[in-house]
């Protein structure tokens, strides 16, 4: 057997549940951190394992927080148990030694809970904002990641200064967010883990290929560079809405998928047919009822493969009540049948 297929095999049936908020309700930004917050403590009382949050330069659009430590600071003051993570960071946008510093606070004041997920991401357009050539962020993120993993391990900076609070656990919890061979490779040659995308634009080429079929070898790349020894950590993001009726849940989703569709066109998307199931498709979105979304989720292959899967509501985006049962749903009928189990307090171990 292959060490592929071996490793295929032994991470069957995900370890970790989480819960992915965007930013994105009709509201204030107060109003906006306001209920993201309440989700995020909504999934730690139904038994979720992770909550993650991204960065957004500018866009209100696309998410709408710029600050992520700072807002995952107030949110882990408001919780106790559940990891809290960045999906991502922009880090080419980001000094590194401030990301390092407010990382290894963070972690200190959550007691051991922030998991940091890092991107080459942002929009060309914030890179401007910010001084910098869009076209060069690849090489930004990968002189940043280094200065960020010498900071949090506490070896010295340039100048000689050493970081303090140094967090050397964190330099394990580093995830790497990709769409690309190129970017499983790095992240597995690093060690860390990989974030896999809800979504990607197919090629021309191959209009109808799976989300599966696109992101299987940026597995394959990054277990055959993943160090001896080193554990796996592959996370699926994945956009899941479930209602408790068919009917509703269609009906929030041909709203807000119609809504989503110029700026999801303007990511590169291949157009999609003009019906709900044709834009569902283009969306890679699971949604329904629990059993709909757990036949679903059944196709994708994928997910035979990571060790945590972490859902969205995006690009449904339904109000904010909906949002809350669907954690619930997920919670209690749709990951479970999957494979997952409710971590008790005896199993939940703080690093």
């Known amino acids: 057997m292959s060490v592929t ?110 998991e940091l997920g890092v991107g080459t991401g942002g929009n060309p357009t914030a890179f401007a904002a910010f001084g910098l050539d ?57 060690g860390d883990g990989l974030l896999l995308s809800r979504t990607q634009p197919r090629s021309k080429d191959n209009p109808h290929a799976t989300l599966a079929e696109i992101q299987h070898p940026i597995i394959d790349a990054y277990l055959a560079e993943l160090p001896a020894g080193c554990e796996p950590r592959i996370m699926a993001s994945r956009s899941i809405f479930a209602a408790d009726s068919r009917d509703e849940a269609m009906r929030l989703a041909d709203i807000g998928l119609r809504l989503a569709l110029p700026r999801f066109m303007a990511g590169g998307h291949l157009p999609p047919g003009d019906s709900l199931a044709d834009m569902v498709r283009a969306f890679d979105t699971h949604v329904g009822t629990p059993d709909d979304v757990i036949a679903s989720l059944r196709s994708d292959s994928t997910l035979d493969r990571v060790t945590d899967l972490v859902f969205q509501v995006h690009s449904v985006d339904p109000p904010h009540p909906y ?29």
Request: glycine share 8%; charged share 25%.
């Open 323 to 351: 949002i809350l049962r669907s954690i619930d749903l997920v919670a209690e009928k749709v990951a479970p049948a999957l494979g997952w189990a409710k971590k008790t307090s005896a199993d939940v171990e703080l690093v």
């Open 134 to 190: 869009s076209a060069q962020r690849n090489d930004i993120f990968a002189r940043n990641l280094d200065i960020l993993r010498t900071g949090l391990a506490g070896r010295p900076l340039a100048g000689g200064d050493r970081l303090y609070p140094s967090r050397p656990q964190l330099c394990d919890r580093i995830w790497q967010a990709t769409f690309s061979v190129t970017g499983g490779a790095r992240a597995g040659k690093a």
């Open 5 to 114: 297929k071996y490793l295929m095999k032994r991470l069957a049936n995900f370890k970790r549940l989480g819960f992915f908020t965007r930013l994105l309700d009709q509201a204030t930004p107060a109003e906006r951190y306001r209920l993201a917050a309440e989700q995020i403590r909504h999934a730690e009382k139904a038994g979720l394992d992770s909550a993650w949050i991204a960065q957004h330069h500018f866009h209100e659009g696309e998410g709408g927080l710029p600050a992520p430590f700072a807002f995952l600071g107030f949110v882990a003051a408001q919780t106790s148990r559940i990891r809290l993570g960045t999906g991502i960071v922009t880090l080419p946008l980001e000094h590194p030694v401030r990301v390092a510093e407010d990382a290894a606070v963070l972690d200190l004041m959550s007691n051991g809970r922030f």
